[in-house]
């Protein structure tokens, strides 16, 4: 881990690397103009001697994260392109070399006691669309992208659903603010644009500027349609989670809406409005999604949740709304479910009796289960 992860931790053994580093100015002309004009209290110590007492501050760190045993390791004077790096550089050399030599006969490891490790109860964070719906689907989709963390080399879709919620999300947090008039199309554009440009420079993936259009026409749809209904909206972007016995179970909607004294939770689709008795499949597994955040919002929240929706951007003459009660029977068949899910996460049991059909043909990872699937029973 980084030294800036180690923070506030110990352990028994620590090997601290990066012997090379000296220390680098911090700050900018910018940071001094704002010091200079605008702060009101005197730095702390002097800008010019930052760069020297940070650097010591991290090895600090680093340093005093051992229990027992303090090990700095390096490839001593390693060369590079440009001649011969000093390393360790002259601001650790002198701690470095007052150290025994891991080879030198007077350095024996098995004299040094190592304190045990503590036993930890930490609980894993799972969500139903990122980790349970994967799983469901492919097993060994998630062994790849969730448990080895392999990146997924189609993320076009990705990022026209993204783009069309976070802008949704925008208009959502202006209303919430109490500035309905604020959310005229021309606004709308500038989120829009704002978000396509963070987006793609975090992603590093495009959209054409037909897909572009087409994702404003999104949002563009769901602002005429719902303009009427801002009296309703209660909060938007809901981070909620539920501590379970063996796991956090954690979820986030899109937006919640109410009145009387109960509320309604609703998630947005940027996809094609399924077929209600042809996708039925794909209806349901969204429909055990809305439960899971149904729950949620009762047992953290204690509100009532009357009404689940689905809501399809794409859809434009017909309604975009997909509707669910709250069935407090069915809700408790899918906690039971996620919690069978998990139980196998937490036990790396990947195993599957056959290849989802549904899932192959565009999967990335179908090319090795082409080569091993027989053969291993992946």
Known sequence: MTIHQSKGL??????????GAVPRKQYDDLDVLLQERFYHRPPFEPMERTKTVDFWRLFYTAFSRA????????????ANGRGQKNVPSCYLSTTYGRLADWRSLDFNPAEIELASIKPVNLKNEYSFTSHVLVYEGCPQQYR??????FAPVRKNAILFGTLVHQTIEDVHKTVLRGEEG????EQVQVWFR????HLTKRERVYLTPVAQEIALAHVRRYVQRERHNWNRLQDAEVEISLLKDAYILKGQIDLVRGENGSVEII???SERKPDLVGDRE???RYRRQLQIYAHLVEEQLGQTVSRMHLYYTSEEAGNPYVSFPNNKHAVNDTIAAVDAVVKRIEGKDFSMAARPAKACPECDLRSYCDMNFVARKC
């Open 194 to 197: 704002t978000n396509y440009h």
């Open 267 to 269: 998630d947005f689709k």
């Open 10 to 19: 110990e352990f028994p053994l620590v090997l601290v690397g990066s012997m």
């Open 182 to 185: 604020r959310v005229t199309d």
């Open 144 to 149: 790849f992208f969730k448990e080895l963390e």
């Open 67 to 78: 229990q027992n045993m303090l090990v700095l390791t390096c490839q001593e004077n390693v």
């Open 282 to 284: 794909k209806l349901d």
